[in-house]
């Protein structure tokens, strides 16, 4: 399907300002006072529609993939909104996790602005503001899906994915806490299961499945052949990620790598952990995860020594041939369709930013 990317942009976010009203009303009919109702409009607005949305998006241009339409434009306007119900869903659901997120880490900005509990009077509050985000997701799927016959499986997707996505967030956490830094809890292991559950169902498989529901497009081995190639692709672009942080150019991907000072368990440290002698292991022993700009530089060095580069290019052509792979078998004669696949791997192949 083609798409014009701003025009795609500029159309989703218009249908936001509805959905807040209509999760606001919800709070009108508990007898809410005004002020807690104007605290969670605001929650709601600076949280969820700053990001680039590209979850969101995914879910409107599989449904248009999936329906056979050729431009998001020929969505009919009804099919339209309850497909962008679902992708702001999402969005939700990234806010949700963000907020929290942000608390968990002590982060002060995001997205070029101030964390949510950053912002002057929230603080602690922040933290049933996340809990609110989450809640806003099951009252826009109530209103719209409640009387069709997949609104079970919505509903039950969305809390086995949020589940999921914590499960890797708590890995991550206690795997690689900024102010504790011990490498032997490192692996390629333990990073694969935590990109895996902390990005990959929410980030690639669940905008894909939504859509496949509202199709009707349902069938478990259909599914899975979306899970087989959208997982490894969530996994390879948080590998990407890992990779842009050390060795991308700030001008490209818009910001300053922080992974080696934040103690991140990345694939990249991970990688060096495996292929480096004892005296380098010592190296990135006293200067991993140092807030030390100097240290920083001994291991990024050691990094390019080691030729991480030159193995991750290796990992991402063979990745990208495998799912290249797996894209041309997929079995088309349910309605699924393996160009909603190629349009994810496009996307990401051979990104800078």
């Known amino acids: 399907m083609k798409a014009d990317k701003a025009g795609s942009r500029s159309k989703f976010l218009s ?57 998001v434009e020929d969505i009919p306007v009804e099919e339209y909104k309850r497909a962008a119900v679902l992708g702001w869903c999402i969005e939700l659901l990234q806010a949700y996790f963000l907020v929290a997120d942000d608390m968990m880490d002590q982060s002060i900005t995001r997205r070029g602005s101030p964390c949510w509990y950053k912002v002057e009077g929230v603080k602690e509050i922040a933290i049933n503001d996340a809990f609110m985000l989450e809640g806003a997701i099951y ?152 807030k030390d700009a100097v240290k920083e530089k001994k291991c990024k060095d050691l990094f390019y020594a080691l030729k991480i580069d030159d193995l991750y290019h290796q990992y991402e052509e063979n990745e990208v041939a495998i799912l290249k792979e797996k894209i041309a078998r997929v079995d088309e004669t349910r309605g699924f369709k393996g160009e909603v696949l190629t349009a994810f791997l496009s996307k990401i192949y051979k990104r800078k930013k």
Not at 25 to 34: A, H, I, R, T
Not at 37 to 55: C, E
Not at 190 to 203: G, L, N, R, V
Not at 248 to 265: A, H, L, R
């Open 15 to 71: 249908v936001f300002p509805d959905l807040v009203d209509e999760t606001i009303e919800v709070l009108k009919s508990y007898g809410m006072p005004q002020d807690a109702i104007q605290w969670f409009k605001q929650n709601l607005d600076y949280n969820t529609p700053s990001g680039k949305l590209n979850r969101g998006l995914s879910v409107v241009d599989t449904y248009g993939i999936l329906k056979g339409y050729q431009t």
């Open 139 to 290: 009252i826009l799927l109530k209103k719209y899906f409640s009387n069709e016959s997949y609104y079970v499986k919505l509903m039950g997707i969305f809390h086995d994915v949020t589940f999921k996505t914590e499960c890797g967030q708590l890995l991550d956490l206690i795997t690689a806490p900024e102010d504790s830094v011990d490498l032997n809890k490192f692996s390629l292991d333990k990073q694969m299961f935590i990109i895996t559950y902390k990005t990959a169902f929410y980030s690639f498989y669940l905008p894909v499945a939504l859509a496949m529901f509202m199709t009707g497009i349902d069938n478990e081995k259909d599914l899975s052949q979306a899970r087989e190639v959208l997982i490894p692709l969530g996994q390879y672009f948080q590998i990407q990620d890992d990779y842009l942080d050390c060795f991308g150019k700030p001008e490209d991907i818009g910001k300053i790598g922080t992974d080696i000072q934040d103690n991140k368990c990345s694939w990249v440290v991970n990688t060096a952990l495996n292929v480096c002698t004892p005296e380098q292991r010592k190296v990135l022993d006293e200067n991993y995860g140092r």
